[in-house]
């Protein structure tokens, strides 16, 4: 195993949309503008800098246009992103000249339903216009897929269902799929079979993978994926985010915990981990709590060595 | 990948010493040996009860004599273990009748000298009679290896010295060497490397991992170690204890972690994972603090999820 593993990997922030959007307080926009640029000096990629959604459904982030207002002039190597749930949605993010959005939707019926308030068949209808008009106006769109790995509703998902929303997504012109383990339960024999389903007939740069941390596998997960080709995976930084079941538990697999596992094996990400952690610091500040993340306490504690040992 | 998985795996639980050593708050003995019974009744089928180290060393299992007294006359499938400094701490191990015992050095000279105050020839030699008088009882010897994937005093260790000291103890008659990632720095490229080097010359069946979760990457490691055919992996209930950095930090893999991604992988550990549960519940209501295993909090969840619906 580990024979061929791809020499570069994307990292793909999603802490400012996915991160903030459980959040019970309000985090006011500058902070979460410094927080955008904390993470592209970093040198991450790709950001997910909020979500389009109606303020009544998540009020963490009504400040969705604001946030997008602030970082309309960026002009670097960084892609910005956000969440489109409808074509209102996207209305919001053109008018802030926005290049690429994100549509979400679940990869089993029952989910889809209670998440989004349609069917499956009626989320692909309603998605139609919104992947027309970003094709028209050269918008990249990408699109998560939730409860790959298991449904809260409907348990396991068959790969043949996943394997078909991943098919229709990709018919309407999506430019890569993320695969979402939304509640954390799984594991990497069964990320094996999902994988060897969807690139049986995807190709593999269109897949990207979203694993939560929620048991502990996460890495695990990853470095199937990793083996498999996948050269895309999204973390959160510091773990926020990803609906976790109480304090202290985890979601989202953290971003430090992702490129330090990638850059210790010789992978690279193009971020720069000291200031990944920087940006985790200034997360815990805004929050107000410590963040889930494994890697971060440690490189924390040795940048403190580092810094006794030079005084 | 993962196209040879074993069908069963041995989890060799380290948590009643090697959980337990550094709680600065003293466990009375009776709920030590409550905790070993519950880890028993979970089904672990190997379980290191304590240290019979220099009370000074390790005052938290200053009362090693009085908990391996009170399991003496345990008749079960479990196998309890000790782990043994030297000859003094043997001589107490085999007055209480423990059929196994436990032995620990570094890969790394410098960590060995400041560990343990031994060269690593010294080490064999100190470990020679200890060794030899185990033989002449039948008494099974296990050997830890600590700082195999990184020493806090030089860094990398080379695979070629991690040989080394695992083919010496093997000559010794170690029954299994347990690779240990004491800083939790490991990462799978180089799990690969180590194993590797290792099993060119060494019977997996004699290998043992012991995974670290200090930075997230601990199962991804198990992973490649499963992958290469091991099939005994060391793990602490609740990711008790391991050196974490600081409140919250990480150190040993989560026994809960470890069990719940193999049952999912579909390899069987003999391990009632809502009886580990119970024993890790105990633990976070002995020590008085929330346990830092990922697996825990959801499957406690889950478990109250349950209930409530079963009303």
């Known amino acids: 195993m580990l024979d061929r593993l791809p020499q570069r990997v994307q990292v793909y922030e999603v802490g ?31 950001v997910e800098i909020t979500s389009f959604v109606n303020p009544r459904w998540i009020p963490a982030l009504a400040d969705a246009d604001h946030v997008a207002a602030a970082l309309e002039a960026y002009e670097g190597p960084a892609i910005l992103t956000a969440l489109v749930p409808n074509e209102r ?26 998440n989004i ?14 992947f027309a008009r970003c094709a028209a106006v050269g918008v990249a769109v990408r699109a ?33 799929i993320s695969l979402g383990d939304t509640i954390g339960v799984g594991n990497p024999a069964q990320t094996r079979r999902i994988l060897d389903a969807v690139l049986n007939e995807v190709p593999v740069e269109r897949v990207a993978l979203h694993m939560h941390d929620t048991r502990g596998a996460a890495l695990a997960n990853c470095l199937v994926g990793l083996e498999m080709g996948v050269t895309t995976f999204d973390a959160s930084l510091g773990g926020l985010g990803g609906c976790p079941y109480a304090p202290g538990a985890s979601g989202n697999l953290a971003t430090e915990d992702l490129v330090n596992m990638l850059h210790g094996m010789g992978i690279e990400t193009g971020v720069d981990l000291d ?33 006794r040992s030079s005084e």
């Open 16 to 46: 400012p949309r996915d991160g903030l959007q459980n959040e019970p307080g309000f985090i006011p926009t500058e902070d979460k503008v410094r927080l955008v640029r904390a993470l592209i000096d970093a040198g991450l990629p790709r």
């Open 117 to 130: 308030n349609k069917t499956r068949a009626e989320t692909y209808d309603a998605f139609a216009p919104v």
């Open 275 to 307: 200031r990944l952690v920087d940006a985790a610091l200034l997360v815990e500040q805004l929050v107000g709590r410590p963040l889930t993340g494994r890697a971060l306490k440690a490189l924390v504690a040795a940048r403190q060595t580092r810094r």
């Open 89 to 114: 949605g996207l209305d919001r993010a053109l008018d802030h000249g926005m290049r690429e959005v994100a549509v979400f939707m679940s990869a089993s019926e029952s989910h889809n339903q209670r």
């Open 144 to 176: 998560y897929v939730s409860v790959v790995w298991g449904c809260p509703y409907e348990g396991e998902v068959a790969a043949a269902e996943v394997l078909e929303v991943t098919r229709r997504l990709i018919e309407l012109g999506a430019y890569q």
